[in-house]
Every structure is written in structure tokens, then in C-alpha cells.
């Protein structure tokens, strides 16, 4: 026994002085390869430099570019990225402007034509697009798992690429890829700029995990496992802390809501760097059709309204809604893509329950219709539109519920300025330019309560209600009865109310804080 122990001593000593015969090796190594990774950094800044200084000579001053991998998509974002563009072209003329896109079999000029058709923005000079081959690198569908690691790592590849190609003076991240700004700043030594549309990862993201509760980001499979749970908030935890030290590098942060803006400042940890500039809304389109009070159109149709009555054996304006009776058929409608976040199961569910609260006379089921209009961008949102569909067959509400696809904005203006109700029910949305738009249509707004409905669109306007908000079927259902419940006049002061509250989302609105924003960069930059 004592024998044994005694080799076992023997091999333990015999391992620990191989160990220290090592580290001297070892440390050697590493300081010899830390010493080149810091030559090889060293000389790749350099090379840069030299680039960018070519880059001068050819162009004649400075330079701005855009990151905007997806810059012909026609949405929001993209709005955004035009109107940055087009306002500091009109207050620098000496800087040129580039973009760099991933869009293929496209040219420049056909990109500069969408967005003047679909944002009639038309820019006043020109716009270099530097074309990038690798967005595949950034697109969910590349990681089935671990999506946003995947996504933030293939960012970062393809800023290199975008980086390598065209090196700016000033760089500007307008669609939220944050590991791209180290690589600008400490390899380009460029300065650099982020517009914040929503956060990669959020304290909310955590909370839902941390309390299993199933989401569209938050798998059924993974909120029933304990252990899967734990691994993804840790998970979640590591990437955030990444996600806030890739932020900080930004020179100027700005996020597009106060929702947005919370949850930067606790991952990126910039106060100082960090403000709201509200996006960009056209609601000119909207602004143009007069707010008249509903009873107005009554007048018209009295006398068709009297004979109705009278088939439905009750009293001129009796019936189930007393004095303040509305006689019109009202429309609900909803307007956002069919996908998993916008909670289009929820609007049906509560829309069941409205019509079982209204019941079957007049003024109730047969008044009553909700119209879901939203475009479709793959066969996945095709197919969970069927699902919808199903939904309204087993709720027994297909007869009142209409489905619109992809249709052209007059049609959406129309259903929009026909509606009473316009509603909203994804849990924290970042900003909400379709609650925007419904305010500036005319409708009477309720919203989901929390992100950047409740913060900053549905709120008092100068002490006067400008709409609703609610966050569950109940609550969804029993404020459309309060709305329908409302006086025509009633209605319209709070219509009125709505429509002069969106003129803070307006495109000069955003200009003067996006240039507010930018101009101690921009004036470093002509120096």
C-alpha cells in the first residue's frame, strides 16, 4: 500500500515539473503571438489608410458610406436610410455619400427609382453603391441555431468585405449591425455612427426565457426544459455582453424610440452618446383626407336607415344602443405583415369576443368587421395566413373577417380612412409606423400597451386622448366596445387629437434631429 502511494507521488511530482517545464514555452509563445497579431492589426490599419487616402485623392474630400445590406427592401428601415442621405446631401455638398447593399441583379440606378417611387425621395446628387456578394452571411436562414451568434459573426465578415472595398471616413450602421463597428473603428480608424431600429438582444428577450415563457423566439421544446432554459439564458447573457461592447464603440448612437432607447442604454452603456430620433412616417398621403364626423354620413343615408329599422321591428335610433346609438357598419383593421410577432391570433381571438359581448342585434354582429391587411414575404407567411383562416373557421368568424394580401397602398388608404378601429397587437414593438399611419388616417387607434406604442405614439397629445391601449383578449375586446360605444363626436376628438399628435414623426421632424445628431462628426470630417 505504501509502495502504491509512493509512485503515486512520484508521477504527480513528475507531471508538475513537466507542467512548469512548460509555461516558460508557452509564455514565450503567446507573447510572440500576441506580438504578431498586434504587427498584423498594425499593418492591415495601415493599408487601410492608404486606401482611404487614395479614396480622397480620387473623390476630392470626404466621404460618407451606410452600411444597409438590405437597402432596396421598401420598408421602414429603408425610409430611414433615404431621408439620412438625402438631408446630409443638402448640408454638406462637399462629402460624397456611398452605400453598401447586398442586393443583386440590381443596378444603382434602379435601387435610387424604387425608393422615389415607393418614398418619393429623390436624392440630389449622386450616391456611390458599393455592391457586397456575401449577404447570405447575415440572413437567419444560414443558422437554424444560435441565430443571432451566426448572424452577428457573418456581420462581421461582411463588413470586413464592405470595409475592404470602399473605406469611408465616416461610417454610419443604419440597420443594426453593431459587430460591425469595431471593425470600422479600430481597423478603418474610421468614425462611426449607429441608427438603432431595435436591439439585437433585450432585457426582454432574457426575461422570457428566464420565466420559459413559449414565443415566436422562444421555442415550445425549450421553455418546457429547465436545463435547455438555463443554457439559452446564459447563452443570451454572454451575447448581450458582446452585443454592449460592439455598441460602445459608436461615436453616435441613435435609436428610433424610448423603448429602443431603455434597453441600449443598459447593454451599451453610453448615455452620453445615445438620444430618440423618431423615424421618418409618411403620413402626407393621409393627412390629406378631412376628419368629418360619423353621423355626418348618417344624414345622408337617413332615410335607408329608417326603412331598416322598421324591418327590424324597432324605433328610429332604438334598439340595443340607446341614445348614443351608431348606425354605421364599422370596420377593425389591422395593418402589418403576417408574421409571428405581429400576434394576428390574438386580434381574432378578441375579435370573437367582441362580437359575443355586441351580440346579434343591431349595432352588433352584422355591424361589425375586421380586416386584416398585410403583405406576405415568403411561403411560411402564406402558410401561417391559412392557419389564420382555420382560426376563424373554428371561432365561427370567417363571415366577418377579411383578409387582404399584398394590396396597393390606395386600397390601404381607403380601408384605412373607412375604418373606425385601427388595431395593433404586437408586444413590444420598437416603434410602430403602422399605428402612426392609422392615427394620421383618421382612425381611432388601440394598441398593444408596452415598446413604442405606449411610450411614445398612443399618448396624451397636449392633455387630450389620443387613443387606446390594452395587452390581452379581454382587454382588447372591452375597449373596442368602449370605442364603439363612444359618440360619433366623442370619436372624432379623439381622431382629431390622433392626427395632430403624428406630426412629431414627420420627415422634417427628422431631419433637424438627425442632423442635430450628426453634425459633430460631419464638421470634423470638412476640417
Not at 418546457?224 to 443570451?236: D, F, G, I, Q
Not at 460602445?248 to 441600449?264: P, Q
Not at 452618446?273 to 423618431?278: I, W
Not at 378631412?290 to 348618417?298: C, G, I, N, S, V
Request: hydrophobic share 40%.
Amino acid at each position: 500500500m505504501e509502495g502504491h502511494e509512493h509512485q503515486l507521488s512520484l508521477c504527480f511530482c513528475d507531471l508538475m515539473r513537466l507542467l512548469w517545464s512548460l509555461m516558460a514555452p508557452c509564455a514565450y509563445l503567446s507573447l510572440l503571438l500576441t506580438v504578431a497579431l498586434l504587427l498584423l492589426l498594425l499593418g492591415l490599419r495601415m493599408w487601410l489608410r492608404g486606401r482611404r487616402k487614395a479614396r480622397r485623392a480620387q473623390d476630392g474630400g470626404p466621404a460618407v458610406a451606410f452600411f444597409h445590406p438590405y437597402c432596396n427592401a421598401g420598408g421602414g428601415g429603408e425610409r430611414v436610410l433615404w431621408c439620412s442621405v438625402r438631408a446630409l446631401m443638402d448640408r454638406y455638398p462637399a462629402v460624397s455619400f456611398a452605400v453598401y447593399t447586398g442586393d443583386q441583379g440590381v443596378t444603382g440606378e434602379q435601387i435610387l427609382e424604387g425608393a422615389r417611387q415607393r418614398f418619393n425621395i429623390t436624392l440630389p446628387r449622386r450616391v456611390t453603391f458599393i455592391f457586397l456578394r456575401h449577404r447570405l452571411l447575415v440572413e437567419a436562414s444560414s443558422y437554424p441555431h444560435f441565430t443571432l451568434l451566426g448572424q452577428s459573426a457573418g456581420s462581421m465578415f461582411l463588413g470586413w468585405e464592405a470595409l475592404t472595398a470602399y473605406v469611408p471616413d465616416l461610417y454610419v450602421d443604419s440597420m443594426g449591425y453593431a459587430f460591425t463597428l469595431p471593425i470600422f473603428r479600430y481597423l478603418g480608424g474610421c468614425k462611426v455612427a449607429s441608427y438603432v431600429h431595435y436591439p439585437t438582444v433585450s432585457t426582454d428577450m432574457l426575461s422570457v426565457v428566464r420565466e420559459r415563457n413559449p414565443r415566436f423566439n422562444n421555442a415550445d421544446f425549450i421553455s418546457r426544459n429547465p436545463v435547455l432554459s438555463a443554457v439559452k439564458v446564459v447563452y443570451y447573457c454572454c451575447f448581450a455582453l458582446l452585443y454592449g461592447l460592439a455598441g460602445s464603440c459608436s461615436d453616435v448612437i441613435m435609436v428610433n424610440s424610448t423603448w429602443t432607447l431603455g434597453h441600449i442604454l443598459a447593454l451599451w452603456r453610453s448615455p452620453s452618446r445615445t438620444s430618440v430620433v423618431y423615424p421618418p412616417c409618411d403620413v402626407r398621403a393621409f393627412l390629406d383626407v378631412p376628419l368629418e364626423e360619423e353621423k355626418e354620413d348618417e344624414d345622408e343615408t337617413e332615410e335607408g336607415w329608417e326603412e331598416l329599422g322598421r324591418e327590424l321591428g324597432t324605433e328610429e335610433g332604438g334598439g340595443g344602443g340607446g341614445e348614443g346609438w351608431d348606425r354605421k357598419c364599422h370596420s377593425i383593421v389591422s395593418v402589418g405583415q403576417f408574421r409571428p410577432e405581429k400576434d394576428h391570433q390574438l386580434q381574432i381571438r378578441a375579435f370573437r369576443k367582441l362580437l359575443d359581448r355586441k351580440g346579434d342585434g343591431p349595432g352588433g354582429r352584422e355591424s361589425l368587421r375586421l380586416v386584416l391587411i398585410g403583405g406576405c414575404r415568403n411561403q411560411e407567411d402564406e402558410e401561417r395566413v391559412l392557419m389564420l383562416r382555420g382560426l376563424c373557421q373554428e371561432l365561427g368568424v370567417s363571415d366577418r373577417v377579411d383578409f387582404k394580401l399584398n394590396i396597393p397602398f390606395e386600397e390601404l388608404k381607403r380601408e384605412l380612412v373607412d375604418a373606425t378601429i385601427g388595431l395593433h397587437t404586437m408586444w413590444n414593438e420598437h416603434f410602430g409606423i403602422g399605428v402612426v399611419e392609422c392615427m394620421a388616417a383618421g382612425t381611432v387607434v388601440l394598441a398593444h400597451k408596452s415598446g413604442g406604442p405606449k411610450l411614445d405614439i398612443v399618448v396624451p397629445y397636449e392633455g387630450r386622448q389620443a387613443g387606446f391601449l390594452a395587452d390581452s383578449e379581454d382587454g382588447y375586446a372591452a375597449a373596442m366596445e368602449t370605442i364603439l360605444a363612444l359618440s360619433p363626436a366623442a370619436r372624432l376628438e379623439i381622431r382629431r387629437n390622433a392626427r395632430d399628435s403624428v406630426d412629431r414623426f414627420s420627415d422634417q421632424e427628422f431631419e433637424v434631429c438627425f442632423l442635430g445628431n450628426m453634425e459633430s462628426l460631419m464638421r470634423n470630417l470638412e476640417r
